[in-house]
């Protein structure tokens, strides 16, 4: 083989390479409690997956069809949003464009986040969306009881050691630091609600009242 073709047949394997890193770094989310998440979203609910469809929603400038995956719902608990005449969520048809995958069993429930959009729901990776039965008594308390009234304060995330917040209106999230992530004690135990005095702090409802609100200090 010449010099010339291993040049070549480098160059394209190296473009192959770099094309599918770019499509395994498409959809990239930055970490969301899930009382933000909640916050941020249009509508929040619990719902099963009845089916699921391919649906076409225009053609590229190639005339090739572009298609999202449409998954059939049965609403079970609306709580956020306009109206609960929810029927459908949407969402991109692979996970390099954020697209997510739902298992359309019918007796799978989810708890889902999403964004309204001509009157459709659409959905993400970024969106929080969990099996329900994954979630702690204080997150499923949380939806209805205190996510809401914590939506003016502020949850700032806390990377590395030392951080610290700016404001009283803010809580410190820290179980990325402490090795807990998503799944962390905070986000699936605490509210961020704002107090009597204006400022927020953590939550937990379900704690011997001396040990209700977490002190900033606190991990």
């Known amino acids: 083989m010449s010099r010339t073709m291993k040049s070549c047949f480098v160059t394209l394997a190296v473009l192959f ?4 890193e770019e499509v395994a770094e498409a959809c990239s989310c930055a970490p969301v409690h ?3 998440a909640f916050c941020g979203s249009d509508v929040v609910f619990r719902a099963k997956v009845t089916g699921k469809e391919e649906v076409v929603i225009g053609n590229d400038p190639f005339g090739n069809p572009i298609t999202e995956i449409k998954y059939v719902i049965k609403l079970i608990k609306l709580f956020k949003g306009p109206s609960s005449d929810i029927d459908a969520v949407y969402t991109p048809t692979s996970s ?3 697209g997510v995958y739902l298992e359309a069993d019918g007796i799978t429930h989810y708890l889902i ?4 959009d001509g009157g459709k729901v659409r959905i993400i990776l970024c969106n ?4 329900w039965d994954t979630l702690s008594t204080n997150q499923k ?3 209805i009881r205190r996510y809401a009234s914590g939506c003016d304060c502020t949850i700032t995330y806390c990377s590395s050691i030392p951080c610290m917040i700016s404001s009283p209106a803010e809580c410190l999230w820290t179980d ?8 962390g004690d905070q986000a699936r135990n605490y509210a961020c609600i704002k107090r009597s005095d204006g400022s927020c702090s953590w939550y937990r409802g379900n704690a011997p009242s001396k040990k ?4 900033i200090e606190d991990p």
């Open 17 to 20: 390479l770099w094309r599918v």
């Open 212 to 215: 209700a609100f977490m002190d």
């Open 96 to 98: 390099a464009m954020c």
């Open 141 to 143: 308390l949380n939806l």
């Open 34 to 36: 899930p009382q933000q």
């Open 113 to 116: 986040t999403g964004h309204l």
């Open 128 to 131: 929080f969306i969990q099996p």
């Open 176 to 183: 990325w630091v402490t090795g807990g992530g998503v799944r």
